[in-house]
T-cell receptor, first 116, second 111 residues
Framework: NAGVTQTPKFQVLKTGQSMTLQCAQD?????MYWYRQDPGMGLRLIYY???????DKGEVPNGYNVSRLNKREFSLRLESAAPSQTSVYFC???????????????FGNGTRLTVT | GENVEQHPSTLSVQEGDSAVIKCTYS??????FPWYKQELGKRPQLIID?????GEKKDQRIAVTLNKTAKHFSLHITETQPEDSAVYFC??????????FGTGTRLTIIP
């Protein structure tokens, strides 16, 4: 049982390049999320998917797109990378946003992205 | 939307002493308040949570208190140990909504 798996662990991009961050979970969770973590800013939500087939913007969606490929996988795409997107990116999952209780987030190990 | 403020941003305590981290939230409807711990280079992990129908919850050396009237909640760590050194994040939400995180507190335990 691997939990939440993210790839790659590290990536360096030049300004204007594109890339996709991959995330998969094996806990049969319905909801998945992408966060970015910057010093002094905490964890900010980029996009989330409450259930398979749905995606919604979070707090900082500009410059990103997402795809909920199936129940297990949720990818984050940077179409034209900018230095402001240098950050650590975390994927997370939870049982469901829509249950009658709040289920905890399970995070992946993160992707450290540098855009030069 | 919800806004969560967390203080202090850094905290150093002697090993064996207690540490307290405080958070305030803006939405009086919020009903779930988790705390996550992130060790250096690792992923955030849930350490304790509290729901709005409870005023306090304890788990060994860790406790969380909630004051709904004042809209603030706190993490208390007693008898601190070196392995407690980490960044701690508070968060708040209500049923069906996404978590809003605080900006984090870097706790350093001095041997």
């Amino acid at each position: 049982n691997a939990g939440v798996t993210q790839t790659p662990k590290f990536q360096v991009l030049k300004t204007g390049q594109s890339m996709t961050l991959q995330c998969a979970q094996d806990m049969n969770h319905n909801s998945m999320y992408w966060y970015r973590q910057d010093p002094g800013m905490g964890l900010r939500l980029i996009y989330y998917s409450a259930s398979e087939g749905t995606t919604d913007k979070g707090e900082v969606p500009n410059g990103y797109n997402v795809s909920r490929l199936n129940k297990r996988e949720f990818s984050l795409r940077l179409e034209s990378a900018a230095p402001s997107q240098t950050s650590v990116y975390f994927c997370a999952s939870s049982e469901s946003l829509m249950t009658s209780y709040n289920s905890p987030l399970h995070f992946g190990n993160g992707t450290r992205l540098t855009v030069t | 939307g919800e806004n969560v403020e967390q203080h202090p941003s850094t905290l150093s305590v002697q090993e064996g002493d207690s540490a307290v981290i405080k958070c305030t939230y803006s939405d009086s409807a919020s009903n779930y308040f988790p705390w996550y711990k992130q060790e250096l280079g690792k992923r955030p992990q849930l350490i304790i949570d509290i729901r709005s129908n409870v005023g306090e919850k304890k788990d060994q050396r860790i406790a969380v208190t909630l004051n709904k009237t004042a809209k603030h909640f706190s993490l208390h760590i007693t008898e601190t140990q070196p392995e407690d050194s980490a960044v701690y994040f508070c968060a708040a939400t209500l049923f069906g909504e996404k978590l809003t995180f605080g900006t984090g507190t870097r706790l350093t335990i001095i041997p």
